[in-house]
């Protein structure tokens, strides 16, 4: 079978670190290793207007901001097609045919939707796109017959949602659709990355973000005012690990090679913990050398997006191929759909003969 990856974001922003190790990370090294007969980058911004239909300008504003996230992260045109959501009109058509597939009490249980949902105080007035966007995402996710989804832990109910739409859909038309495999990152820290608050997610709305593209001085404020561990109050008290920050990121970015280069005193990440449970292990220390992991992880980064930023015409050209070259994939799927659910009249001449003869009766 041939293996296919596809993933998205919604383009509501500049995208954080918490994107980057949640699974723009895990997506480069999987199109680097060359595993995948196809690859498909999705920016999902007809997912974003479901719950930013009076903002389409923050929407059409943040292509640019995610397109440049992803070359300045190493997604490579060359290796894997990135594309615009919107331009590919075949998901509307399959999204249509599968809400037949699900039930609107189905939907009520999301728990994702169902967090939403209060975040945005939609309460009273859930837009219908947006209670249907699970849906439009397992049209996303088969259009491509991707195989393989790497999400964070926040995108397990669409995955889910959409094999139960592949498994009716193939039960009731034959087998047609792929089942895909959701893939989670494989560390504790980086499938849910919190904010510097401490808060359980980075996030816009919250202000608690480190983006991709922040310059070093806002890296180092950040990193500075992160939320510790609040019973370690003098250097000699001993630190908790859990729920803090600082350390949290460190399992999140922290390479064996860096304690060589920034904290050689320690041999790795196991003993700096174990020193700072046992006191005598200062906050700022922690946060120095976080700062420095973080400084030589995101500096590359910066710089090959400014690089990208300076031809803004060529980013683009390439969504445009690439909504071209998805597009045609999406009517190929659409139209095995079509087929499988005999709604291809024109095409089909077994239908047309049969009607022939059975009128001539
Ligand atoms: N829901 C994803 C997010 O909020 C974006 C997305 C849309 C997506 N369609 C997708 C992700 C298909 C994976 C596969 O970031």
Known sequence: ??????????????????????????????????????????????????????????????????????????????????????????????????????????????????????????????????????????????????????VGEDQMPMIEQTKEIVHKFNSVYGDTLIDPKILLPENQACLRLPGIDGKAKMSKSLGNCIYLSEEPEEIKKKVFSMFTDPTHIRV???????????????????????????????????????????????????????NNVLQAELEPIRNRRKEFSKDIPAVYEMLKKGSEKAEAVAAQTLAEVKAAMKINYFDDTELIKAQSEQFAE
């Open 236 to 290: 000699e008290d001993p630190g908790k690990l859990e729920g803090n920050t600082v350390f949290t990121y460190l399992d999140a970015f922290c390479r064996p090679e860096y304690f060589a280069e920034f904290l050689p005193e320690y041999s790795d990440l196991d003993e700096l913990k174990a020193h700072y449970q046992r006191g005598g292990l200062g906050d700022m220390k922690v946060k120095r050398f976080l």
């Open 1 to 150: 079978m041939r293996k296919v990856m596809l993933t998205g974001d919604r383009p509501t922003g500049r995208l954080h670190v918490g994107h980057y190790v949640g699974s723009l990370r895990r997506r480069v090294e999987l199109q680097n290793t060359g595993e995948f007969d196809d690859i498909f980058i999705m920016i999902a911004d007809a997912q974003a207007l479901t719950d930013n239909a009076d903002n389409p300008e923050k929407v059409r504003s943040n292509i640019i901001e995610v397109a440049l996230d992803y070359l300045a992260c190493g997604l490579d045109p060359e290796k894997s097609t990135l594309f615009i959501q919107s331009q590919i009109p075949q998901l509307c058509e399959l999204s249509f045919y599968y809400m037949n597939l699900v039930t609107v009490s189905r939907l009520q249980r999301n728990p994702t939707v169902k967090t939403e949902i209060k975040m945005r105080n939609f309460e009273t007035s859930i837009p219908v796109g947006f209670f249907t966007y699970p849906i439009s995402q397992a049209a996303d996710i088969t259009a491509f017959k991707a195989t393989t989804v790497p």
